[in-house]
């Protein structure tokens, strides 16, 4: 992980982590039931936000983008990169290809946010199509690669990726040492397992708890059978937190996850817009519901409603995935009465 934070020092921002208001219009302290209420007290114990919505690309995925490319051997990077992604991804190696000089091509499945797609043509990539799943995905990136020669960039299911994107885990940490909880969404894998990597060398004392979507639980079904559980693209599509769509955690963050996430939240459709539009509102930023997740998963900790999960007593991070939304959703989202 010290590794991989040296190897892109400089290549991404090291984003702050962001007090979040405990008084006043918006105040995140909740009605707690149970005698920890004390512990999910966002003025006591301190809640705060690691925005990676604010990274060059608006994602966290920027991270493993970059230490995968500058982990390459030059001579394999120079003949370019490929990858799949519904969008953050996308961008992310668009963005890391562009820094180190190199052409990149990327699968960008139909239904993906017409932001993450403009961005990633914008970074100067080669952006392809194909059907929203995971299959098609994979099988025209294998493509893309036979035909260019150049080296697949896994989303989330290899080393240098989880390693890359658990430097957000370890800036939490060298920020904030005596942090209590942490909070991270779930879609492949890869922030999770970063996440649970980093404070678990670094803060053992700390619990990182995960966070899906109810209609796109594949990773909690799959910690609890204890293998990994594929849901369909009909099933994850119908969720709005496009950016944990994916449909089955990878190899490599599961064997991370089974031993080592403290638990995982699920939340509904109405609890992630309202978290969303949240955010701009009262946090004065701009947060996709994927990055929403945690905030929404913090309201259901605090009224102890969360399957028996419960904060330790401290301070607890959430942290935001992206902030890569279509203007529309996000219009949609600030005008909703029901939300306000």
């Not at 990274?55 to 120079?78: E, H, I, W, Y």
């Not at 995982?264 to 009262?282: D, K, N």
């Given at each position: 992980m010290r590794a991989a934070a040296d190897r892109i020092s400089g290549l991404v921002r090291r984003t702050p982590l962001l007090p979040l208001p405990g008084r006043g219009p918006g105040a995140l302290p909740v009605e707690v039931q149970g005698e920890d209420a004390s512990a999910v007290d966002a003025s006591a114990s301190g809640l705060w936000a690691k925005p990676e919505?604010?990274?060059?690309?608006?994602?966290?995925?920027?991270?493993?983008?970059?230490?995968?490319?500058?982990?390459?051997?030059?001579?394999?990077?120079?003949?370019?990169?490929?990858?799949?992604s519904s969008g953050n991804h996308g961008q992310a190696v668009a963005c890391a290809a562009a820094t180190f000089g190199v052409p990149a091509t990327v699968v960008i499945p139909e239904g993906a946010p017409a932001v993450k797609l403009e961005r990633t043509r914008g970074w100067g990539a080669t952006v392809l199509r194909c059907e929203n799943d995971g299959e098609a995905r994979a099988r025209a990136a294998d493509e893309a690669v036979q035909a260019s020669g150049g080296t697949l960039v896994p989303p989330y299911d290899h080393a240098w990726i989880v390693a890359g994107q658990g430097t957000a885990g370890l800036e939490i940490v060298q920020d904030l040492p005596n942090v209590a909880n942490v909070l991270v969404c779930v879609g492949g894998g890869g922030l999770s397992a970063g996440t649970v990597l980093a404070l678990s060398e670094l803060a053992p004392h700390a619990q990182v708890i995960g966070v899906e979507p109810e209609l796109a639980a594949d990773a909690r079904d799959s910690l609890a059978s204890g293998e990994r559980v594929a849901w369909t693209p009909a099933q994850t599509n119908r969720t709005i937190a496009d950016g944990v769509r994916t449909q089955v955690l990878g190899e490599v963050p599961f064997r991370i996850l089974k031993d080592r996430l403290h638990g995982?939240?699920?939340?509904?459709?109405?609890?992630?817009?309202?978290?969303?539009?949240?955010?701009?509102?009262?946090?004065?930023?701009?947060?996709?519901?994927?990055?929403?997740?945690?905030?929404?998963?913090?309201?259901?900790?605090?009224r102890g409603d969360a399957g028996g999960l419960r904060l330790a007593a401290g301070p607890t991070v959430l942290v935001i995935s992206g902030g890569n939304v279509d203007d529309d959703v996000l219009a949609a989202l600030l005008q909703d009465p029901v939300l306000r």
């Open positions: 919505n604010l990274q060059l690309t608006g994602s966290f995925k920027l991270r493993g983008a970059m230490n995968f490319l500058a982990s390459l051997d030059p001579g394999v990077r120079a003949r370019g990169v490929v990858t799949h995982i939240v699920t939340v509904s459709e109405h609890e992630i817009r309202a978290a969303a539009a949240w955010w701009p509102r009262f946090g004065r930023m701009v947060v996709e519901p994927t990055g929403a997740l945690t905030l929404a998963a913090w309201r259901r900790l605090a």
